[in-house]
């Protein structure tokens, strides 16, 4: 297959290394009298300088105290340097406690994609979705494609509790010393406090609290988004840590006793046992007119503004499934599929402003144009949109309901004809020299490729793989 997969490399720049290359010239130093200064190889120095070796957060911050170039110049914010001479990183203890936690989660996105595929081994074959890293329970697989109208929401506000929240003595290694003695209490504060990613709060978000997609019904609590992200990265991070020194074994037998905190969640369907925060993720397919080929868009996960799924590719648009802000009436306004899914296609595809919990005001939907537009096309067949199923990353074990929307060419010129490229999460990617909302085909050399050949997030490869198998029934 030619011209294949093409990302801006406007998405990928970083300029740390020119950044610190001007320094060195200005200041009229040498590459061997500044990588003596930072510890590094003249030939390291040098590859980064020219772009050929990322500069990691840790060198960046090295660079910032030894040389005095701005935090900001190195794209750090000012906040982040004041961490690195903080009394605490100053014990060598904790200094090397976080220093390893860092090297894990890098090394967790970076190999994300490898290591749920090796994940997906530690549980039953058939609890495996076909062709991807996900699981699912019989109840969440259902026969053929569900139409996302025919589904029966139910949403109840009472408290729930959670047997595993993520900070039982068992998550223990996947959380970095805080104070001498003492680990972050939570996942996800290690991330506020370490690295946090350009998008990380936590809002209200459903729970799910049952599940039967052949009756066509899902039952939601209420939870907050952390809720998911303290046991699902954690336990993600707990894999990959037990893999970064020796590589992802062939055989998960190998893990053994290894990974005390996913045999402390153990049956991954149980809603009780932990919070099972799901989110949407949309296999977008465009019609195109014949004899053009369907075609579906994919994005680029930018691992430096989302904490999850980062470094790897996934189908667009993708969101958690939550209220558009913290207000008590949006938990109504908001609790329904294709309204979020909405949400995503102004945010991911048009670059509208995320709904980030500060509004006051509810959406009033049935005002907004693209949601009348996409409303009046469903409502003439020119739209239509499905429930593929409900699955779990055996990475991470974070859940995703599964949908696909196939919209007419027209429509879709129509609705996403000023579709932007890049977008707060990432870069919406071209083929072949084509623009970004040309897509890529949907043909089953490329559904072949892209699930068995390029890093691919587990529900946007179930979402391929399952649309493929039912396009058909799709009409495509």
């Known amino acids: 297959m030619t011209g294949w997969l093409e990302r801006s490399s406007t998405a990928a720049t970083d300029d740390a290394g020119a950044v610190l290359r ?9 590459q061997a009298e500044v990588a003596e200064l930072l510890g590094l190889t003249q030939q390291h120095l040098s590859q980064m300088e020219t772009g050929q070796r990322p500069v990691s957060l840790e060198q960046r911050r090295l660079v910032v105290t030894e040389l005095g170039i701005a935090a900001e110049d190195l794209g750090l914010a000012s906040g982040h340097t004041r961490g ?4 605490d990183d100053a014990s060598p203890e904790i200094a090397a406690s976080r220093l390893r936690w860092r090297a894990e989660r890098r090394w967790l996105n970076h190999h994300r994609s490898e290591l749920a595929q090796m994940a997906v081994q530690l549980y039953p074959a058939e609890q495996r979705v076909a062709r991807t890293p996900l699981i ?18 139910e949403l109840d506000e009472a408290p729930q509790t959670a047997a595993v929240v993520g900070s039982e003595p068992e998550s223990e290694q996947t959380r970095p010393l805080r104070t ?7 996942y996800t504060s290690a991330i506020k406090h370490l690295a946090p990613p350009a998008l990380f709060e936590s809002r209200p978000s459903y729970r799910l609290l049952n599940a039967s997609l052949g009756a066509g019904q899902l039952g939601f609590g209420l939870a907050a988004y952390f809720d998911k992200l303290d046991v699902s990265e954690a336990v993600g991070h707990e ?8 590589g992802v074994p062939a055989a998960p037998v190998e893990l053994a006793g290894r990974l ?6 153990g049956d991954p369907f149980d809603p009780l046992r932990r919070a099972i925060i799901p989110a949407i993720t949309t296999l977008t397919i465009r019609l195109r007119r014949y004899p053009a080929e369907p075609t579906f868009l994919l994005h680029w ?39 979020n899914i909405v949400r995503e296609f102004a945010e991911e595809l048009l670059g509208e402003p995320e709904h980030d919990g500060t509004r006051s005001q509810p959406i009033v939907y049935d005002a907004w144009r693209l949601y009348q537009l996409l409303e009046q096309a469903r409502a003439d067949g020119a739209v239509t949109s499905f429930v593929l199923g409900l699955g779990l990353d055996a990475l991470t074990l974070a859940a995703t309901i599964l949908t696909v929307v196939v919209i007419d060419d027209d429509v879709f010129t129509d609705a996403f004809g000023s579709m932007v490229r890049f977008n707060d999460e990432g870069e919406i990617v071209a083929v072949g020299g084509g623009t970004s909302a040309e897509g890529v085909p949907f043909t089953e050399a490329a559904v072949t490729r892209m699930l068995e050949s390029e890093p691919m997030a587990s529900p946007g490869a179930a979402c391929l793989a399952l649309a493929w198998q039912h396009r058909r029934f799709l009409g495509l």
């Open 22 to 30: 001007a320094w060195r010239e200005s200041a009229g130093r040498t």
């Open 84 to 87: 690195l001479v903080s009394r």
């Open 136 to 153: 699912a329970s019989p109840d969440w697989q259902p026969a053929e494609p569900i139409e996302l109208r025919s589904l029966t929401l």
């Open 180 to 186: 001498a003695g003492a680990h972050f209490e939570r």
């Open 239 to 246: 894999l990959a840590a037990a893999c970064i020194d020796t």
């Open 260 to 265: 005390p905190f996913r045999d402390l969640v």
């Open 301 to 339: 996960r930018d691992p430096a503004r989302v904490a999850t799924a980062a470094g790897i590719y996934d189908v667009i648009p993708a969101g958690e499934f939550q209220p558009s802000s913290v207000a008590l009436w949006d938990r109504h306004n908001d609790f329904d599929l294709w309204r």
